[in-house]
């Protein structure tokens, strides 16, 4: 919480905002039922967090046995290999990772995206686009006669391809929002749009204040410039539109003069919606030298009062992670709250909790174990099925005694073969079989003891990589009659069980395990597992 620095500016502001029409009550979101939570899972001991939160349904945790960080979901499942020095939550489906100096994007496979790029990153994607700068040297400026040291880094913009789009010209920039981006530089800012393009131009946006704590520099340097929130931004406390036009300022300054009104408090307060802001004070003039806080709402009520919780510290789609006063040298007993104050985790329950993220998702910790929890249920969901990979089938495989090499995967333990591979393999022996396709009906049709007919492009290369495979529609049809078998598409090519090859042709399968061996013998025919 910062120190309000100019009571007068705000008091401006509430003029305008009356004039608005804002001095009236102002009808507030119904509550509904206070919301329950649930533990989704219990983490190993390995696991530890390290800032961040859920998003996009992932989230960056850092692993004590491996030292480095990967991605887990909120069932505790990896699904990102803890393989990176450095991790960022994830945002519009990328994150940004380290690995040694190295700085690129994944994407929420783990995928990378945008490899190695010469920039820093200045923050996450939003609208397409993510803020970088290069390295710079520090560089000093003259504000109103006094002289300061500030950092030399000039911003940009990359895409999702990592290419810069917007040069590093600027000496600050805001994420993107609602088209236009607040940039400046010289001590003007302005907001240009996504190509580039100043849309609203520069003007005088600088600050300069007197270090409150007194240590070097003594003055800091600050541009007062906002991003565009609901068809609004200010530049040195004036609202403007998307045109630049001044404009009456939003609920939202109306709210933090009712707060610091209603609160009688020097620290600025946290307005956290156009509805809800907490506010904070001083406990000295209740005989302790601690703070507290409280929360009000936009008709200056108290809906958390002074007195009951210490600090909030995290806030997101209502809910509130709040800490009540702890005895002089015990533990504070920590819990979520609503914006109405109702007790959602209860106090003392938990010892630590992370940030709050996407659709109440919560990192926490009790006894020493590690939990997630998912607030606003109070079901716990069955976690979904693993997502389906297809690896590269790294056995042997001997037909009639001879090393054939396929083009395989396995899938959750069983191996998938090509049918007019294994038909071409086959051709020539007593289990051979013809293959053919009918567009019009989507089937596959097999002809037993019929030599196979080549069609060109069988046993051609062999898988690299993991894939994703997908359950094959196509029916089968088995000299006339269909039969089933588990099948997956992989890039466009049906793979088949071969287990379920060998019980429709009558061919013996035998897996060698001392040889990582898969063994065809045509001479026997097919024996279950």
């Given at each position: ?12 502001l509430l003029?305008i ?7 009236t ?5 119904v509550?509904a ?8 899972t219990?983490?190993?001991?390995s696991?530890?967090?390290r ?8 989230m960056?945790f ?8 990967g991605?887990?979901?909120k069932y505790?499942?990896?699904v990102?290999p803890f393989?990176y020095?450095?991790a ?5 489906g990328?994150a940004s990772v ?11 496979s783990?995928k990378?995206?945008?490899s190695s790029i010469p920039?820093?990153l ?18 000093s400026v003259?504000?109103?006669?006094k002289?300061?040291?500030v950092?030399?880094a000039k911003y940009?913009?990359?895409d ?5 789009v917007?040069?590093?010209e600027?000496d600050h920039v ?8 607040a940039?400046?530089?010289?001590n003007e ?8 393009n ?19 520099p ?6 007062d ?19 630049g036009?001044a404009v009456?300022?939003?609920a939202?300054?109306?709210?933090e003069k009712?707060a610091?009104e209603?609160a009688g408090s020097?620290?600025?307060p946290w307005?956290i919606n156009?509805n809800y802001?907490v506010?904070t004070?001083?406990r ?16 200056g009520?108290?809906?958390?009062p002074f007195?009951v919780y210490?600090?909030?510290n995290s806030y997101?789609?209502?809910l509130?992670?709040?800490n009540?006063?702890g005895?002089?040298?015990?533990p504070i007993p920590?819990g979520?709250i609503?914006?109405e104050?109702?007790?959602?985790v209860p ?9 709050i993220g ?7 910790q009790?006894d020493?174990?590690?939990y997630?929890?998912?607030v606003?249920t ?6 979904p099925?693993?997502a389906?990979?297809a690896?590269?089938t790294a ?8 090393n054939v090499?396929f083009?395989?995967?396995n899938?959750?333990?069983s191996?998938?073969f090509?049918?007019?591979d294994?038909a071409?393999?086959l ?9 053919g396709w009918?567009g019009a009906?989507?089937a ?8 196979y007919?080549a ?6 290369g062999?898988?690299a990589?993991?894939?994703?495979p ?7 049809i ?6 089933r ?6 890039e466009?090519?049906?793979?088949f ?9 009558d ?5 060698d395990g001392?040889?990582?061996t ?7 025919g097919?024996?279950?597992?």
């Amino acid at each position: 919480m910062k120190k309000t620095f100019s009571r007068k500016i705000l008091s401006g502001l509430l003029t305008i905002c009356m004039v608005a029409g804002l001095n009236t009550v102002m009808p507030l979101p119904v509550d509904a039922a206070p919301a329950t939570y649930v533990e989704l899972t219990k983490l190993p001991d390995s696991i530890q967090y390290r800032l961040g939160h859920f998003s996009e349904g992932l989230m960056r945790f850092f692993d004590t046995d491996k030292g480095k960080y990967g991605y887990i979901d909120k069932y505790g499942n990896t699904v990102i290999p803890f393989e990176y020095d450095g991790a960022t939550d994830f945002s519009e489906g990328l994150a940004s990772v380290m690995k040694g100096q190295e700085n690129f994007f994944i994407d929420k496979s783990g995928k990378v995206v945008i490899s190695s790029i010469p920039h820093i990153l200045g923050g996450d994607f939003h609208e397409g686009l993510a803020a970088v700068h290069l390295p710079g040297e520090t560089e000093s400026v003259t504000v109103n006669g006094k002289t300061i040291t500030v950092a030399g880094a000039k911003y940009g913009f990359i895409d999702k391809s990592g290419a810069l789009v917007i040069p590093t010209e600027y000496d600050h920039v805001l994420p993107f929002s609602e088209g236009l981006a607040a940039v400046c530089k010289d001590n003007e800012g302005g907001f240009i749009d996504a190509k580039g393009n100043v849309v609203i131009p520069f003007r005088y946006a600088f600050k300069e204040y007197k270090n409150p704590l007194g240590w070097t520099p003594e003055f800091i340097r600050v541009y007062d410039i906002t991003s565009f929130s609901g068809g609004v931004a200010s530049i040195n406390d004036v609202w403007i539109d998307k045109t630049g036009k001044a404009v009456p300022a939003p609920a939202r300054v109306l709210l933090e003069k009712i707060a610091i009104e209603k609160a009688g408090s020097d620290f600025s307060p946290w307005v956290i919606n156009d509805n809800y802001a907490v506010v904070t004070r001083n406990r000295s003039a209740v005989g302790s030298s601690t703070q507290e806080v409280g929360i009000i709402d936009i008709n200056g009520n108290f809906t958390v009062p002074f007195g009951v919780y210490g600090t909030i510290n995290s806030y997101k789609d209502g809910l509130l992670i709040a800490n009540e006063f702890g005895g002089e040298y015990g533990p504070i007993p920590t819990g979520v709250i609503d914006l109405e104050g109702n007790v959602i985790v209860p106090f003392g329950k938990y010892s630590f909790f992370g940030e709050i993220g996407d659709d109440g998702v919560i990192y926490a910790q009790r006894d020493g174990s590690k939990y997630i929890l998912q607030v606003g249920t109070s079901t716990k969901t069955t976690p979904p099925a693993p997502a389906l990979v297809a690896k590269p089938t790294a056995s042997t495989v001997l037909v009639n005694g001879e090393n054939v090499a396929f083009d395989a995967y396995n899938i959750d333990g069983s191996n998938y073969f090509k049918l007019r591979d294994i038909a071409l393999t086959l051709s020539g022996t007593e289990k051979q079989f013809d293959v053919g396709w009918d567009g019009a009906s989507n089937a596959i049709s097999l002809t037993s003891s019929k030599p196979y007919t080549a069609v060109g492009g069988e046993m051609t290369g062999k898988g690299a990589g993991n894939k994703t495979p997908a359950p094959s529609d196509s029916k089968i049809i088995l000299d006339g009659k269909e039969v089933r078998s588990t099948a997956y598409n992989i890039e466009g090519n049906n793979y088949f069980k071969l287990r379920d090859i060998a019980e429709a042709f009558d061919f013996s399968v035998v897996w060698d395990g001392a040889r990582n061996t898969i063994v065809i013998d045509t001479s026997k025919g097919y024996t279950p597992e």
